[in-house]
């Protein structure tokens, strides 16, 4: 499904999400106590048979059991939660009648985006199924196979769910429909050059004197010196023998945690060691990473990691070592918990002001999605107001 703007998903995404599960999400209820109004909108009456399909899936979606509600510790857990549920179930409402106020109805065109979106759906599952196969050695099957997999596992996921196909595709395709509306409302939404300037003035001096606030920042508008560009080849310690190490260390025994991971580190130390040694040698460190390396992502592989201290995207020994290396320099194995990390440092980044030209339109984006954001919960709440809304949560 294609994702939603912020200012919209706070509404929508729950309401949507059909977390397929392998629990049923309609309970068998009588059918009087589903007929029960539990809110008007619009003087429209939302029954009971309406929440309660919405509260089972979200329990299944957060494992939430009978048991679990009938026990005393979580009553007003549930409580909330029904609450919540109940106030995405009336928003949606007030989304579906202005949409419809507003001329949009759920077209043929959203229907059939809609069946293409759950192709890519089942395409990118039939793709985590193959590497899923092929990291665990599996034989490796044909395209379509993966494919038909993947489909054979989603309709049954479907039919757990109470829901059909077309009823997928429906629910698809409404929610299509709302994004569209939610873009024509938000159409006249715009930046001024002097919005872009006042937030880069105020950012950038922000950032210089707080380097702290860099890493998290929307937008990075200063480096100070002492960050680096590094690229590691990684030989790793088994999943065995991490859980093993986090078991020892989750029991308490921290001395016999250290004693069991220097065992496991001496066992990959010779690998470790001849994979250095072939850096050394001036094998290209791109394909070792290809042929050795736990670590094959492509920040690795192509630009490599941009660290400072403190970046966290290192284990901390690592990343200590890292920073004393100089240009084209290539580390002894490191030892982490995770195995040994061999690093190559490619560059010292100089201290930068990023432009204004350059994070020009990083900035829009931001101040678009802020401004959006702010007109949507504007229009939610004058939409609220006149939907004359009445809640009979007593009946939940």
Known sequence: MKELGKYFSIFIAVIFMLGLTSCAL??????????????????????????????????AYYGI????????????TIKALKQDVLEQLIMLKVLQKKAEQNGFTVKEE??????????????????????QAQ?????????EDYL????????QQLSDAGLTEEEYIQRLAENIMLEKFAEKML????????????????????????????????????????????KQILIPLSSEDLDGYYDLILEGKKDEAKKYLDEKLKAIEPK????????????????????????????????????YDGSGLLPDEVEEAALKLYEGEISQPIASTLG???????????EKVFTLEETKEDIEEILLEDKRNERWNTLVEEWKKEANIKKYENRL
């Open 26 to 59: 309609v309970e068998v209820v009588p059918e009087k106590d589903r007929q029960r109004v539990v809110a008007e909108v619009y003087g429209e009456k939302v029954l009971k048979g309406e929440f309660l399909d919405l509260y089972n899936q979200q329990k």
């Open 65 to 76: 059991t009978e048991e679990v509600e009938r026990n005393a510790q979580y009553k007003e």
């Open 110 to 131: 959203y229907v059939d985006k809609a069946r293409k979106e759950l192709e890519e759906q089942l395409k990118s599952y039939a793709e985590a199924l193959k590497q």
């Open 135 to 143: 990291s665990k050695g599996g034989e490796s099957e044909q395209e």
């Open 148 to 155: 038909e997999k993947a489909r054979e596992e989603w309709l």
């Open 187 to 230: 159409e006249d939404v715009k930046v001024t050059e002097q919005d872009v300037e006042q937030y880069y003035n105020e950012q950038l001096d922000k950032q210089k004197k707080d380097h702290s606030l860099i890493g998290t920042a929307p937008v990075q508008l200063y480096r100070p010196a002492g960050w680096v560009r590094v």
């Open 272 to 307: 470790a060691r001849e994979v250095y040694d072939k850096a050394k040698a001036g094998e290209s460190f791109e394909e070792l990473i290809e042929a050795y390396s736990e670590d094959k992502n492509t920040t690795n592989k192509e630009d490599g990691y941009v660290i």
């Open 340 to 350: 040994y990390h061999i690093v190559k440092l490619y560059e010292k980044l100089p």
